[in-house]
T-cell receptor, first 117, second 113 residues
Framework: NAGVMQNPRHLVRRRGQEARLRCSPMKGHSHVYWYRQLPEEGLKFMVYLQKENIIDESGMPKERFSAEFPKEGPSILRIQQVVRGDSAAYFC???????????????FGPGTRLTVT | GDSVTQMEGPVTLSEEAFLTINCTYTATGYPSLFWYVQYPGEGLQLLLKATKADDKGSNKGFEATYRKETTSFHLEKGSVQVSDSAVYFCARIKKSGWGKLQFGAGTQVVVTP
């Protein structure tokens, strides 16, 4: 059973460009979470999605950032007009979302390391 | 608001030494508690968890006990190896289980031969 997949693993963008980060959850998982890890800092929650729905986006910056999890295909975190401060590691996690003791456990992908030059 | 506080690193130990990483949490809503480990250049791996008071999570020689009276979830290992060198994150989630994980700042552990 493949784990959470993220691509690309490394992404370099110039200031003002767009960054698209993809996350394929584990098979059978319907809940996706995005977290950001800034240099020398811990992980901060950004957004929680279920298929076609944003459940909690309280950690998303108000501008330039958006996320989706369509009915088909991976979840996408999109950053428009990137700035140097967006340079970070972005991690996706997924959980089953069904009932059961382990239904809420989040499994993390390897991350996408975004560098803005 | 809800938060998790863990001891600052780096923690440097010799192989076979005893490791403790302190973690305390805010007590709102009886959360579930987790320890995650991050090896260099990788994502986070769930190390262990506890869902209610007095539960003990354990895995790979690591243990942590959910202490409601002290709102703590300290991570311990009796004899560390060089391969345990990593960053360790304490985290909480609300009791219902679904939603955001709230992480501590992370503690880097360096084990020397």
């Amino acid at each position: 059973n493949a784990g959470v997949m993220q691509n690309p693993r490394h992404l370099v963008r110039r200031r003002g460009q767009e960054a698209r980060l993809r996350c394929s959850p584990m098979k059978g998982h319907s809940h996706v979470y995005w977290y950001r890890q800034l240099p020398e800092e811990g992980l901060k929650f950004m957004v929680y999605l279920q298929k076609e729905n944003i459940i909690d986006e309280s950690g998303m910056p108000k501008e330039r950032f958006s996320a989706e999890f369509p009915k088909e295909g991976p979840s996408i975190l999109r950053i428009q007009q990137v700035v140097r401060g967006d340079s970070a590691a972005y991690f996706c996690a997924s959980s089953p979302g069904t009932s059961g003791d382990n239904s809420y456990e989040q499994y993390f992908g390897p991350g996408t390391r975004l560098t803005v030059t | 608001g809800d938060s998790v506080t863990q001891m600052e690193g780096p923690v440097t130990l010799s192989e076979e030494a005893f490791l403790t990483i302190n973690c305390t949490y805010t007590a709102t809503g009886y959360p579930s508690l987790f320890w995650y480990v991050q090896y260099p250049g990788e994502g986070l791996q769930l190390l262990l968890k506890a869902t209610k008071a007095d539960d003990k999570g354990s895995n790979k020689g690591f243990e942590a006990t959910y202490r409601k009276e002290t709102t703590s979830f300290h991570l311990e290992k009796g004899s560390v190896q060089v391969s345990d060198s990593a960053v360790y994150f304490c985290a909480r989630i609300k009791k219902s289980g679904w939603g955001k994980l709230q992480f501590g700042a992370g503690t880097q552990v360096v084990v020397t031969p």
